[in-house]
């Protein structure tokens, strides 16, 4: 029995939806209301904070990138509410070192933007990882490699700028520029 056959029409479970783009966060908590979810929704790390507080949520969806904080934020400070809380943490902008750092706080997945509600359900109710996952025969290029090492250290530096421009020896400018560049893919 999978997860939307589980949950009864009269016991709702509470859901929480934390997305900065506020038409995305809509449509997926009509979707996940129609799934039999009681669903709340916020926009920033405050609101997201007080609303766990009042409802204890089994579950969360958090976006990675909240305006200018980090979702792995709220992983850490909604685990620390509820360490059952299931986390789904989606992002616009998938990295290794976010990923990794999502896990480590406590969330249950990582799905990369776009998704649709079928996959966070799927994802709600994975419970251990897949040794059967295929390992890519292509490496990856200069500019996913330079990417993703960027975002590892930036995670390292707690999402600083400033501190993580001196600790990669570049201009503060420089590494915001491309950090508002997407991730090269593969």
Same mark, same amino acid.
């Given at each position: 029995?999978?997860?939307?056959?589980?949950?009864?029409?009269?016991?709702?479970?509470?859901?929480?939806?934390?997305?900065?783009?506020?038409?995305?966060?809509?449509?997926?908590?009509?979707?996940?209301?129609? /799934?039999?979810?009681?669903?709340?929704?916020?926009?920033?790390?405050?609101?997201?904070?007080?609303?766990?507080?009042?409802?204890?949520?089994?579950?969360?969806?958090?976006?990675?990138?909240?305006?200018?904080?980090?979702?792995?934020?709220?992983?850490?400070?909604?685990?620390?509410?509820?360490?059952?809380?299931?986390?789904?943490?989606?992002?616009?902008?998938?990295?290794?070192?976010?990923?990794?750092?999502?896990?480590?706080?406590?969330?249950?997945?990582?799905?990369?933007?776009?998704?649709?509600?079928?996959?966070?359900?799927?994802?709600?109710?994975?419970?251990?990882?897949?040794?059967?996952?295929?390992?890519?025969?292509?490496?990856?290029?200069?500019?996913?490699?330079?990417?993703?090492?960027?975002?590892?250290?930036?995670?390292?530096?707690?999402?600083?700028?400033?501190?993580?421009? /001196?600790?990669?020896?570049?201009?503060? /400018?420089?590494?915001?520029?491309?950090?508002?560049?997407?991730?090269? /893919?593969?």
């Amino acid at each position: 029995m999978n997860l939307s056959e589980s949950i009864d029409a009269n016991e709702q479970p509470d859901l929480l939806i934390v997305d900065d783009d506020e038409i995305f966060s809509d449509v997926l908590a009509k979707a996940m209301a129609k /799934r039999n979810f009681n669903v709340h929704t916020t926009h920033t790390i405050e609101a997201a904070l007080n609303m766990a507080e009042s409802i204890a949520p089994e579950y969360a969806i958090v976006d990675l990138k909240l305006s200018s904080d980090s979702g792995l934020v709220l992983v850490e400070k909604l685990k620390t509410l509820d360490p059952g809380t299931r986390i789904v943490m989606l992002t616009g902008y998938a990295s290794i070192a976010t990923a990794v750092e999502a896990i480590k706080l406590g969330a249950t997945h990582y799905l990369a933007k776009p998704v649709d509600a079928d996959e966070i359900m799927a994802a709600f109710e994975r419970t251990s990882g897949e040794t059967d996952t295929p390992i890519s025969a292509n490496p990856l290029s200069v500019g996913r490699l330079e990417w993703e090492y960027i975002h590892r250290i930036l995670a390292e530096n707690d999402y600083n700028i400033s501190v993580t421009a /001196r600790a990669l020896n570049m201009h503060r /400018r420089t590494l915001q520029r491309k950090l508002a560049k997407k991730p090269h /893919r593969e």
